[in-house]
């Protein structure tokens, strides 16, 4: 017999319930208002008070309404199905809700009941199994997705029956186990699991070292992340953050794509929603939209939902990871994530930590970031969460809590720059304060050698070098003048010029240009360290400009060309006569 | 929206006054529930057991404990027709221009938000003959923006330019700690342009309490969403000034004890505006709601919450500025951002707006590292030469409020400037365009 419990107290979307019964931390309740029944949490209790967040408007909510409590907490369901579909922070699946507005009380089921999927036995009767197995597999949009003994199953299990290959629906029992007590248990294609709590499906952790290719230049070269990263991208607003985040999402090398959307503008929600199934994915010519899976909690949905977006969408990215999948999850922003925990500690009138934030920030954001990685799962498969957040710093400023706490925990750090997006040279990944840690694994560097070439990454240190030295003179000049320098100055600087147009920076909206392929860039990097280590004659620093402003032109243009296509070749040679 | 009914319990016992609230004793109250207190419109911000904390919209001044309050079940609204047009109305949705009270169907302030798989993607463009808009941050109907702008700039001018020629069906003005004079001229631009048949105003002008400030936005929205739904047509909606609206809520927040987020703001400013600024939207149906705000920064600082967050969840900015070498007023082509842009140009405008555009910014940003240059005493190079004529050019004959043109002329304009002072290698910009409109 589930608590029951009685409105007390409501300040925008925290209500006080009183209860006579026990009730537990972060479970869920209903509460009846109108008609509607609204979906709360609890997140404080004191005495025979519960404080629950809803999930919804409270508008009209009156003392005395009655709650029910339903004895666990905030779960997701999980089973064939959740690819391609657009949910919302509580994996409500948004196309199933009709109307142009959203309803109150109005939840929906996430996956589909009916649809019968060609199922696939892996485990045999008589085998021994524990939670995270693999007992069986069926086709999902292409992705072998396997059918696990739910990860909530403690100890081991004996399988005492197994369906054969055939077509069945999520709710058909699919294997029968039996635990070490003698106990049967029916098992179906789908499970349950609470999102904050990480599934652990896996036996080890090893530290990533596979780079995951997303095209973009100016991170697979310069700041590379790696299959199970974890990096972010900080920027003030205007400076590109979507659109690089976007650009990942659309050309990552990975099995499945999840994208959170927490707080983010609906505009850029629908962006994702009209593009997505136009796509084609780079890697396997098939509809990205395949791959996909959308979290979407706009700015203007309740600010509780948006709290849990984010769980949401990393339970379901570890779900697929323990089928032996490489999972990209991308989240924007982590900010008004933050945000949205930061409303509700001062709602429950905690004192506030740095900048209003709740004082336990730091520990929130660096568990939600060590939910992801490279994993060993139990059967030796290895499998991987890349995680990418945005952070949209206030005012602009790195030192605020959010975009500290996370640099404490991400290995990778792309900081978009305000000056650079005003010069319009994107994507305005800022050279010198972004960096990737993994390029000091030494397992990285040897995966690179092996697979792209010895000197990789020392041209990569060597034009990282040159940006330095070209930023150096380039304020010289702003202090003594074009005439105060050497023109050897004006080389080095316009070398540097030569690799931020030619490498850095990349047209997102450009077809050819604004997915790169790995052998493409090894190509590019190589032309361009070669030009730079050229020795160069010039009289003077406005011939040096002439010859490079051409030269760049040309590397540009080449860029806009299909690789190896007749005109990128007669921009080789045209470099060749230059 | 101000009547009582019959047999509706009367308390008369206030326990607590502070300069924007009330707090009593009752019962069956809902949240955000509408009360009158003699006569004021308030409404229900907490309720802690029998204890009922009232936002008093037009102040608390003069209310004394024995004031009758009278719960009116039901939160703010708006009665919704054709009726609202032409009208001049304050933040209760009551006429201001000596008008009749409009009848319509009542329609509860602040909806539901829209089911985001159900948007449409927005992809039509809105001209407004200014270059700072259509040619560099080209507006989108269905796009929420602000103009981020200093209290001395001209932004009520701009606002109103945009209004008169912006092609859309209805412009809806929510006008938030107008000064009256403002509130003048608009009404005298928008009569005397013969345009009041699609336009409907809220306004609360400064005189009037801060708090009413609140319930502006929510007006202007919700008759453009009745347009908009209802009708299929295409709205822009004008606020001006959000930073009037965000004040207002930090009072009302600091008036219930509660604890200061930062900038003493409240700490759900985030949630308070996005639920605002996302009523823009493009309809299946064709309807749309654009927004066009107005956010007054102190100094110019955009660090401050309230432009900060408003960065966060609109979809780009437009700062104003004036240009100091030409003395005209511009929309600054570096910092202001058009995020659905994409969207429209080269696709609902000729094929090179995108490359154009950007050229010429950059190049115009060659111009004022020429002009710093020049400030340091150092030789101007011919090329920093060129680049400062062709600033000069581009300003006065493009990027002014005062010029008035169509994104294909504007385009016209800006190939001409590039061809007037530099090669096509030095404007960097592919090589079909250049074949193309080159010399032009």
């Keep these: ?201 896996h036996k080890e952790k090893p530290r990533p070292f596979k780079l995951l290719e997303t095209g973009v230049r100016t991170i697979d070269i310069t700041n590379p992340i790696v299959e199970g990263g974890t990096g972010f ?184 720059e305000q000056e650079r997006a005003d010069r319009k040279r994107y994507p305005a990944v800022n050279p010198f304060d972004s960096y990737s840690k993994y390029l000091e694994y030494p397992e990285f560097k040897e995966y690179i050698s092996n697979v792209i070439s010895d000197d990789w990454i020392e041209k990569v240190n060597e034009i990282k070098t040159r940006l330095q030295r070209g930023k150096e003179i380039a304020e010289q000049i702003n202090i003594l003048g074009d005439d105060g320098v050497p023109v050897d100055y004006h080389i080095t600087f316009w070398k540097s010029e030569l690799i931020d147009y030619v490498i850095l920076q990349q047209d997102a909206y450009d077809k050819v240009d604004a997915v790169t392929p790995i052998e493409r860039q090894k190509y590019m990097l190589d032309l361009v360290v070669a030009l730079c280590r050229k020795k160069y004659e010039f009289n003077d620093f406005v011939e040096v400009m002439d010859y490079f402003k051409k030269l760049i032109n040309i590397l540009r243009q080449m860029n806009y060309s299909d690789f190896k296509s007749d005109s990128f070749n007669n921009y080789q040679q045209q470099i060749d006569i230059l | 929206m101000t009547t009582t009914k019959a047999f509706q319990k009367v308390y008369t016992r206030i326990t607590q006054i502070t300069k924007a609230t009330c707090s009593l004793n009752a019962s069956g109250v809902g949240n955000d529930e509408l009360a009158l207190i003699n006569g004021k419109l308030a409404q229900v911000v907490k309720i802690t057991g029998e204890e009922i904390t009232l936002q008093v919209f037009g102040g608390t001044e003069g209310i004394p404990t024995d004031a009758e309050v009278v719960f009116l079940g039901k939160s703010p609204s708006l009665k919704v027709g054709e009726q609202l047009v032409g009208r001049f109305f304050n933040a209760y949705g009551e006429p201001i221009d000596g008008g009749s009270i409009p009848e319509g169907k009542e329609v509860e302030l602040g909806g539901p938000s829209v089911n985001p798989v159900r948007r449409k993607q927005p ?33 009520n001018q701009v606002m109103a330019s945009v209004a008169l020629r912006a092609e859309t069906d209805k412009i809806i003005l929510g006008g938030m700690g107008l000064t009256n004079d403002d509130y003048l001229y608009f009404k005298n631009v928008f009569s005397n342009a013969g345009a009041l048949d699609r336009i409907v105003s809220f306004v609360n002008t400064a005189e009037n309490p801060a708090v009413e400030r609140l319930l502006i936005p929510d007006m202007a929205l919700t008759a453009a ?39 003493s703001m409240p700490g759900s400013l985030y949630s308070d505006l996005a639920k605002i600024y996302e009523k823009a939207v493009q309809f299946p149906e064709g309807g749309s709601i654009t927004i066009i705000a107005v956010t007054t920064l102190s100094g110019g600082d955009i660090t401050h919450s309230v432009p900060d967050n408003t960065g966060y969840i609109t979809e780009g900015q437009l700062y104003l500025r004036k240009d100091t070498d030409t003395g005209k007023v511009i929309i600054d082509p570096f910092r202001s951002l058009s995020r659905l842009k994409q969207l429209v140009i080269g696709k609902k405008t000729r094929e090179d707006h995108p490359q154009l555009m950007n050229a010429a910014v950059r190049l115009y940003s060659d111009a004022s590292n020429a002009k710093t240059k020049m400030e340091n005493g150092f030789d101007l190079t011919d090329y920093d030469e060129r680049t400062l004529r062709f600033a000069r050019d581009y300003v006065t004959k493009i990027l002014s409020i005062d010029v008035n043109l169509n994104t294909t002329q504007m385009l016209d304009v800006t190939w001409k400037l590039l061809s007037d002072n530099f090669t096509p290698e030095e404007v960097s910009i592919k090589k079909e365009l250049i074949d193309k409109y080159w010399n032009k």
């Design chain 1, 1 to 201: 017999m589930n608590t029951k419990g009685k409105v007390k107290g409501v300040v925008s979307n925290l209500v006080i319930v009183e209860v006579e019964t026990p009730v537990s931390q972060n479970e869920i309740c209903f509460i009846s208002s109108d008609g509607d029944r609204l979906m709360a949490e609890v997140i404080k209790v004191i005495g025979n008070d519960v404080y629950v967040q809803v999930f919804e408007s409270t508008r009209g909510l009156k003392v005395g309404a009655s709650v029910e409590f339903v004895g666990y907490m905030l779960e997701v369901l999980l089973g064939p199905g959740l690819l391609s579909k657009n949910f919302d922070g509580l994996q409500n699946d948004l196309d199933k809700m009709t109307g142009v507005f959203l309803k109150r009380g109005e939840y929906t089921y996430p996956l589909d009941e009916d649809k019968l999927w060609d199922f696939e036995p892996l485990a045999k009767v008589g085998d021994k199994v524990i939670a995270g197995a693999w007992l069986g597999e069926v086709d999902e949009n292409h992705q072998p997705h396997k059918i696990m003994l739910p990860f909530k199953m403690k100890g081991e299990y004996l399988v005492k029956e197994i369906a054969p290959k055939g077509k069945y629906n999520i709710n058909h029992i699919i294997a029968v186990v039996e635990d070490e007590s003698g106990e049967t248990h029916n098992i179906t294609m789908v499970q349950k699991w609470p999102v904050k709590v990480p599934i652990m499906a």
């Design chain 2, 123 to 155: 992809s039509e463009l809105i001209a407004t003959g200014i270059a700072g808009i259509d040619l560099n941050n080209t507006l989108v109907s269905g796009q929420k923006i602000p103009f981020f702008a200093d209290p001395d700039q001209p932004y």
């Design chain 2, 225 to 263: 969403e009745y347009f908009a739904v209802e009708k299929n047509e295409k709205v822009l909606v004008l606020l001006t000034d959000m930073s009037a609206y965000a004040d207002a809520l930090a009072i009302v927040s600091n008036r219930m004890d509660q604890i200061p987020s930062k900038d």
């Design chain 1, 233 to 416: 991208i900080p920027g003030p607003f205007g400076t590109g953050k979507t659109v690089l985040q976007h650009a990942i999402s659309k050309q990552a090398e990975a099995d499945i794509v999840i994208m959170a959307a927490c707080g983010e503008r609906a505009n850029e929600v629908v962006e994702i929603f009209s593009d997505f199934p136009k796509l084609i994915d780079p890697h396997t010519g098939r509809k990205l939209m395949e791959r996909t899976i959308i979290v979407a909690n706009t700015s203007n949905m309740p600010v509780a939902a948006r709290e849990a977006s984010v769980y949401t969408a990393m339970t379901i990215a570890e779900y697929y990871r323990a089928m032996g999948l490489k999972v990209l999850l991308m989240a924007d922003s982590t900010s008004r994530w933050a945000q949205a925990l930061r409303e509700q500690s001062n709602r429950l009138e905690e004192l506030p930590g740095p900048d209003a934030f709740p004082m336990d920030l730091s520990a929130i954001i660096s568990n939600f970031y060590g939910r992801a990685g490279y994993v060993i799962l139990n059967n030796d498969a290895t499998a991987s969460i890349t995680f990418i957040g945005t952070v949209s710093p206030t005012g602009g400023n790195l030192k605020e809590p959010v975009t500290e706490n996370t640099k404490k925990v991400a290995r990778c750090f792309f900081a978009l």
